[in-house]
């Protein structure tokens, strides 16, 4: 899920950066480029939490630009096969419905969830219970295990169940 590693890059920086604060310009930079960014392998840059090294510049012909390789230290979010993770969800319909788990969309389709829940179509489309007990509407939260990941260069998506204990609605934003 979460994990803290440390990464490299190559930054770019216009000589207007130069001067006495080079390194701070340098810093929020990197942030600004990084955080919120994601890499098939790593997964999503949450944050940059510090700067291990920031190596020698080298100046680019022609251009004025000076290239600094920085190694850093980030948070980063990636989901596994098998994990347990709560989701906000953003859509429903008769195919299935999608969730939110921070930067990631997961999917649950209609295979993937209980047998006694069915779509009711209308103003909010919902999956409910035959008793009427529990509903799976936009902006419930739901509790889903992951059973497939994709990942591509630049984004994750996955399919997720709750057709298993424990898994489900877990915040109706009906009930409150």
Do not use: W
């Not at 989701?87 to 319909?93: D, E, G, K, L, R």
Request: hydrophobic residues 40%; aromatic residues 10%; glycine residues 10%.
């Amino acid at each position: 899920m979460f994990f803290h590693i440390v990464l490299e890059r190559n930054m770019q920086l216009h000589p207007r950066y130069f001067g006495r604060n080079l390194r701070d310009n340098l810093v929020s930079k990197l942030m600004k480029d990084v955080e919120g960014t994601c890499s098939g392998r790593h997964g999503f840059v949450v944050a940059v939490t510090g700067i291990e090294n920031v190596g020698k510049g080298l100046i680019r012909d022609g251009t004025g630009f000076v290239t600094f390789p920085v190694k850093y230290q980030c948070v980063v979010f990636r989901p596994f096969k098998g994990e347990i993770l709560e989701a906000v969800v953003t859509m429903v319909n008769k195919m299935g419905f999608f969730a939110e788990a921070g930067p990631v969309q997961i999917f649950v389709s209609n295979h993937l969830i209980p047998d006694d829940m069915e779509f009711q179509s209308g103003d909010i489309p919902n999956y409910t219970t035959s008793d009427g007990s529990v509903k799976i509407q936009k902006d419930s939260e739901v509790r889903l295990k992951i059973i497939g990941t994709r990942v591509d260069a630049t984004e994750i998506f996955c399919i997720g169940t709750i057709k298993d204990d424990f898994l489900g609605v877990i915040n109706d934003p009906t009930a409150i």
